[in-house]
C-alpha cells in the first residue's frame, strides 16, 4: 500500500528520507485514504488496521493512550478532549436513567457539578459520602447502585479516602469502582492494584505538566465497559487534538523527573510553612500531624503528592496581603504545572458554599492550596517566609 500518495492537489507527497525521525510527528489529518473499498472491509472488519477519521481515533491520541496504559498497568484506555470529558464519558457511557451513583463529597468541583446537577436531569440519582469513611460510602448504597466515584487525595484539604474500605464495599455489592487518578498519578498511586474497575485522569495537570493542554483519558479493566466509554466518546465528539496530544507525549518524557522533584520539594516546604509564625496549620498527607497521616503511609508508603495546604492566621486580609507579596508564584486555580501555583478555595473553587459551608470542610479565608512545581527549594520556601511575614503585617 502506498502510504505517501501524490494526489492532484496535494503533489509533492513527502521527502524522501532513508533515515527516521526520533521525535513524534504530529499528525493532524483527519481522515485517512484508503486504495479501494475492499481494503476499507479489511479494515473495518478487523483483518487490517488503520485509521479513517480523526474522531473515532487517531495516531497521536493512540501513542499518549498507549503511554498513560503503560503506567497504570492498563490496556485500551483512551484519551479525550479534557479530564471533565473523561469523567462524563464514563458516567454518561454506562449508566442509564434508575441508575443510582455514590460520589466522594470532596471531588473535583465539576465532578460534583455533574453528579449534583446533571446526572439528576437525566434520571441518574446521585449520593455523595465521606470516602474517608467507608461505612459511610457503604450506608448510601441502593440496590440500583451501579457505581461509585473517588478520588484517593481530596482537594483542598488533602483527606485520604479510604480505598481498601472503599474498595472491599464495591466488591461486596457488585458496584463499579471508579478512581480520579490526578492528584496522586501512577507515580504515587495505582488503582488498579487497589480494586478499581476504572481510572480516570485530567491528563491536564501533572501528566502533561506544562499547562499548556487540556486532556482527559479513561480506562476501564472490562473491554465491553472500556468499548462504551470509547462508543459514547466517538458519538459525543469529545475527541482530543492530535496538537495537544503531542504535547502531553512530550511533557510524559520528564513526568517521572518531575514528580519527584514537586514531591521531595512538597514535603520541604510543608515542613518549612509549619516553622513560619503566621501559619495556623499545615495539611500534607505525609506529615504526621495529617489527620489522614497513617492511613496515607498505608496506601502510599513512602510516596506522597505535590500539594500542600495551609492556613493564614488573620483570614481575607492576611490572604490578600500573602497573594500580593508571593510575587514569584502565581496565584491561578490549577495544579501540577512546572511552576509552583496558589489556589485560595474560599474564592475560587470553593465559592458557591457558605462560609458555614466552608467552614464544616475546614476551609476559612486564610486557607490556601499549593501546587508545588520545579523551582530551586531553597528559593521557593524564602519566597513563602517573605509572603508570610508580609501577610502578618496585614
Ligand atoms: C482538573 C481536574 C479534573 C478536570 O480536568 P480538566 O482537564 O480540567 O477537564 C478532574 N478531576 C480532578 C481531580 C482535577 O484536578
Not at 480494586?195 to 485530567?202: C, E, F, R, T, Y
Not at 496581603?321 to 508564584?329: L, M, S, T, V
Amino acid at each position: 500500500m502506498n502510504k505517501d500518495k501524490r494526489t492532484l492537489i496535494r503533489p509533492e507527497g513527502l521527502p524522501e528520507s532513508a533515515s527516521w525521525p526520533v521525535v513524534t510527528p504530529i499528525m493532524p489529518s483527519v481522515v485517512y485514504a484508503s486504495e479501494t473499498p475492499d481494503a476499507l472491509d479489511d479494515q473495518y472488519e478487523g483483518r487490517t488496521a488503520g485509521y479513517t477519521y480523526a474522531r473515532e481515533g487517531h495516531p497521536n491520541a493512540d501513542l499518549l493512550a498507549r503511554r498513560i496504559d503503560t503506567m497504570e498497568d492498563a490496556k485500551g484506555g483512551i484519551v479525550l478532549g479534557s479530564g471533565m470529558a473523561a469523567v462524563t464519558a464514563v458516567m454518561l457511557g454506562l449508566l442509564k436513567a434508575g441508575d443510582h451513583v455514590v460520589g466522594g463529597d470532596q471531588l473535583y468541583g465539576r465532578s460534583l457539578r455533574l453528579m449534583g446537577q446533571d446526572l439528576p436531569r437525566m434520571g441518574v440519582a446521585t449520593t455523595l459520602a465521606d470516602p474517608t469513611d467507608a461505612q459511610a460510602i457503604a450506608a448510601a448504597i441502593r440496590p440500583e447502585t451501579r457505581m461509585i466515584l473517588v478520588e484517593l487525595v481530596s482537594n483542598p484539604t488533602l483527606r485520604v479516602a479510604d480505598m481498601a474500605g472503599i474498595a472491599a464495599v464495591a466488591r461486596d455489592k457488585g458496584v463499579l469502582l471508579v478512581v480520579d487518578n490526578t492528584f496522586t498519578t501512577p507515580r504515587a498511586f495505582k488503582p488498579f492494584a487497589h480494586g478499581a474497575d476504572i481510572v480516570i485522569h485530567s491528563v491536564t495537570k501533572l501528566l502533561a505538566g506544562h499547562s499548556d493542554v487540556t486532556l482527559g483519558y479513561a480506562v476501564a479493566r472490562d473491554p465491553q465497559l472500556q468499548k462504551a466509554i470509547y462508543d459514547f466518546a466517538v458519538t459525543t465528539g469529545m475527541t482530543p487534538s492530535p496538537f495537544d496530544c503531542w504535547l502531553a507525549e512530550r511533557g510524559l518524557a520528564t513526568f517521572d523527573l518531575r514528580f519527584d522533584r514537586a514531591e521531595a520539594t512538597a514535603v520541604t516546604l510543608a515542613d518549612h510553612l509549619a516553622g513560619l509564625p503566621g501559619v495556623r496549620r499545615v495539611l500534607y498527607p505525609m506529615r504526621s500531624d495529617h489527620p489522614d497521616a497513617a492511613r496515607a503511609q498505608a496506601i502510599l508508603g513512602n510516596r506522597g503528592c505535590n500539594m500542600v495546604s495551609f492556613e493564614l492566621e488573620g483570614g481575607r486580609a492576611a490572604a490578600n496581603a500573602f497573594a500580593r507579596a508571593a510575587e514569584g508564584i502565581s496565584f491561578a486555580p490549577t495544579l501540577g504545572d512546572v511552576g509552583t501555583t496558589l489556589s485560595h478555595p474560599a474564592s475560587s473553587s470553593h465559592r458557591a458554599l457558605t462560609p458555614e459551608g466552608r467552614a464544616a470542610l475546614g476551609i476559612g479565608e486564610g486557607f490556601f492550596r499549593v501546587s508545588v512545581g520545579l523551582e530551586e527549594p531553597v528559593a521557593l520556601c524564602a519566597q513563602f517566609t517573605q509572603a508570610v511575614s508580609a501577610a502578618r503585617g496585614a
